[in-house]
Structures are given as C-alpha cells and as structure tokens.
C-alpha cells in the first residue's frame, strides 16, 4: 500500500477498571514505535482532561470544564455523557484518513458506551442497539451527522476477568479515586459482560475478547498476533 492510499488502522482497548487497558495501549504504541511507526493513544469514550500532558490529550478549556461538570453529582446524568462521548467522536473522526499515524489507538470504545447506557438503565438487556442509539447527540441536528460505522474502531480487544474480585484486588485503596474504581467495578460487572452481545452485529464482529487475568506480556503477544493480518502487521513482527 503506498504512503498516500495508507489509512491508520483504528484499534480499540476496553474492559472495566484495571483491566489492563491503559497498559496494553501503551505496549502496542511501543511495538508499532519500535519497528518505525507512528501512532497516537486518544479517548474513544466518556471524558479525557484537556490538561495538555500528552498528544492524545491538547490543551482544552472547554474539555477542563466538561469533565469537571459530568463528575460532579449535579452533572451526572445520561445526556451529559451522551454529549462528551459525542464531541470524543467528533475528534476522533479527524484522523480518519490521515497519513499522520500507522495507528490510532482509542481508550474505552463503544463497548463502553453500550455498558454505560446498560447500566444506566437506557438500554434494555436483550436489544440490541443502533449507532444513533448508542450516540444519540449525532442525531440531534445541531451538527453535521458524522459517518459512526467508519469511526468506530476496526479492532476491538475487550479485556475481561472473570470475576469482580479479579480487578478489584488491583486497585490501590489509597488511590482518591479507590470509592469511585471500585463502585463502578461493582455496579459495571454485570452490564460489562453483556455489552458486545447488545451493539449492531457488524460492530460486534470486530470484538476480540481477551482474558485480561493472564500475564501482561502473554496479552501483549496475543494482541500482536491478532493484528498480523492488518496494516500493522509488518510493524508489529
């Protein structure tokens, strides 16, 4: 594939807290680095700071103030989130064809917003979802509607333990954020479990589950294998 046809591939990391996504994500980044690529880490859903620290990350007031409002308890409602999880996708698609990375690497995909609606009580347990249910703000008729299917994640690895217990012996309880980790580590479970079965079947497809309770470089590895048979693939021998 020559420079000018090339697209990044959109690889997607999701699972719960401590599930290992932020570590995987760093791994495969390194991977791709080492073997001459590019790529970037950037949020696919719920929030991200605007603080600047980091590339996927630039500086942003009116991201500062948004996530501020969605974590506190007044501005913690659905169509709060359902509105940052849509202005993370708006930014997302912007790298869609692109020659500037190999790879765009997204922390919390729609698995994450199909848990959240689940848990929430939105999404009832058994249908599945459409895209315009899943973002509901792309509908809305107050922006251009964006193409979801084509920013959504081409590969998803949905990091899964069998057992609440599994992650919540990771956290640290001095973490300030151990009440918050743990409570959605509870109260998510369930809701994470069933979130693939409840996307669009096209969507679903592109899930690969993993076993997050393995050894860090065994999840690594698999992750690689599961990516030889795409653009990465000469990156990440």
Do not use: C
């Not at 899943?134 to 057992?163: C, Q, R």
Request: avoid cysteine; charge should be negative; hydrophobic fraction near 35%.
């Amino acid at each position: 594939m020559s420079l000018e046809q090339r697209k990044p591939v959109f690889v997607g990391f999701d699972g719960l807290h401590r599930a290992g996504k932020g570590t995987q994500a760093t791994l495969l980044r390194a991977a791709i680095s080492q073997n001459g690529g590019k790529s970037i880490i950037v949020r696919g859903d719920g929030t991200r700071e605007g603080l600047g620290v980091s590339e996927g990350d630039p500086y942003s007031n009116e991201w500062q103030t948004r996530s501020l409002r969605v974590k506190s308890p007044e501005g913690n409602t659905v169509e709060a989130w359902n509105a940052a999880s849509y202005v993370l996708m708006r930014e997302l698609s912007e790298f869609r064809g692109t020659d500037q990375f190999d790879a765009v690497i997204i922390d919390r995909t729609v698995l994450s917003r199909a848990t959240f609606l689940l848990h929430r009580g939105v999404a009832l347990e058994g249908e599945r979802l459409t895209l315009d249910q899943l973002y509901p703000d792309n509908s809305s008729g107050e922006h251009e509607a964006l193409d979801l299917a084509a920013t959504l994640p081409d590969v998803i690895f949905e990091l899964k333990t069998h057992a609440p217990s599994d992650l919540l012996k990771r956290l640290d309880d001095k973490d300030p954020k151990y009440t918050f980790r743990s409570r959605n580590i509870k109260g998510g479970f369930y809701p994470a479990s069933i979130a693939k079965i409840h996307l669009p079947e096209d969507i679903e497809h592109r899930v690969i589950v993993i076993d997050a309770s393995q050894e860090i470089e065994t999840i690594h590895q698999e992750i690689k294998r599961s990516l030889g048979s795409t653009a990465l693939g000469s990156l990440l021998r």
